[in-house]
């Protein structure tokens, strides 16, 4: 029996500075699916979370480890970035 491996994404780095911050041994992950198109990913380190949104759902998600998806603002006016202030 052969085993297939399924690649769903990959990371590049376009600056060495980025590359310097991103581990390529671990492997690109789905952690979550049925979104329409997501973007603006944001890593909370704090909270243990990240925020991303689904841009033509017109909403804003939180992904927790164990937890999953779930919505941290509806009717998000199409918004695309994320950001943390200090």
Avoid: N
Wanted: charged letters at 20%; hydrophobic letters at 50%.
């Amino acid at each position: 029996m052969t085993t297939m491996k399924v690649v769903i994404g990959c990371v590049c780095a376009l600056a060495a500075s980025a590359a310097l911050a991103i581990d390529f041994t671990v492997p690109v992950e789905k952690l979550a699916g049925d979104f329409r198109f997501t973007e603006g990913p944001l890593w909370v380190a704090a909270k243990g979370e990240l925020l991303f949104s689904d841009i033509p759902a017109d909403r804003i998600v939180r992904f927790k480890d164990g937890k999953g998806e779930t919505m941290l603002i509806g009717l998000s006016h199409l918004a695309s970035r994320r950001s943390l202030s200090a």
